[in-house]
């Protein structure tokens, strides 16, 4: 399932701007954990950008991946990548991380009770003063394109449901943030509002289907808001 995604076309100025979001959220993640080790996991680690800077930075990487083309392409890279759809995390996973990147994951989810369960195994798997780093889009803002963008997105998100089931399992929201293209915070909101000017949905109505590798849309996506929350569990718990 979703393996389209390992052999899809990339478009160079798209690929530079995951480099960059992937980046900035790396670092917030680190930033923010109060863990004294590190060890990351990484669930639907996609290209791998997470991978590569764990990997740069020394720092212990697991990874879980649903696709079977994705894991195999992950695994000739010398990474440790475990095959499965979560919750729950597959067995081989072991031991506690001090920072879980959920990247474009939590979208998919089946309903509130899946992303509940997946919440409640990171209390168990997280440090002390661990953190879980979650981007998705944001459902207020995307509209109708949340479910046509990708036909695997079934669980919408906005900022105030995102830190709600963070807080119901005992997380503490440490940062909240959007970013649209390589901009985060409120400043990138004008992006996504020129994005929907030059490329409005009547005009992907008349020609969208006759622009190769649907790449007028995808320039779309890519600058429509998505969310970044920074959850950590309490440094004090057991």
């Not at 923010?32 to 212990?60: E, F, K, W, Y």
């Not at 919750?87 to 990247?103: D, K, N």
């Not at 909240?176 to 994005?195: D, E, H, N, R, S």
């Not at 320039?219 to 309490?234: D, E, I, K, S």
């Amino acid at each position: 399932m979703y393996d389209g995604f390992a052999g899809r076309h990339r478009i160079g100025a798209g690929q530079a701007v995951k480099v960059r979001q992937n980046r900035i959220i790396f670092e917030l993640g680190m930033a923010h954990c109060l863990a004294p080790g590190r060890r990351v996991l990484d669930i639907g680690p996609g290209d791998g950008q997470i991978a590569a800077l764990a990997t740069s930075a020394n720092l212990p990487y697991v990874a879980v991946e649903g696709s079977a083309a994705l894991t195999s392409v992950l695994r000739a890279r010398g990474l440790e990548v475990h095959e499965g759809y979560v919750p729950p995390l597959p067995a081989g996973v072991q031991g506690r991380f001090s920072t879980c990147f959920l990247l474009h994951v939590l979208e998919h989810m089946p309903d509130h009770r899946a992303a509940s369960a997946l919440f409640q195994q990171m209390q168990d798997m997280l440090m002390p003063g661990g953190t879980f780093v979650i981007a998705c889009p944001d459902a207020v803002r995307w509209g109708s394109d949340f479910y046509d963008c990708d036909y695997s997105h079934s669980f919408p998100l906005t900022r105030r449901r995102l830190q709600q089931i963070a807080v119901d399992h005992g997380f503490d929201v440490v940062h909240q943030t959007i970013y649209c293209g390589p901009v985060f915070g409120a400043m990138g909101l004008p992006l996504a509002w020129l994005a929907r000017l030059l490329y409005p949905r009547f005009v992907d109505g008349l020609v969208g289907e006759h622009i190769p590798k649907d790449a007028a849309n995808r320039g779309l996506l890519t600058f429509l808001p998505n969310l970044l929350m920074v959850a950590r569990r309490p440094p004090g718990s057991a």
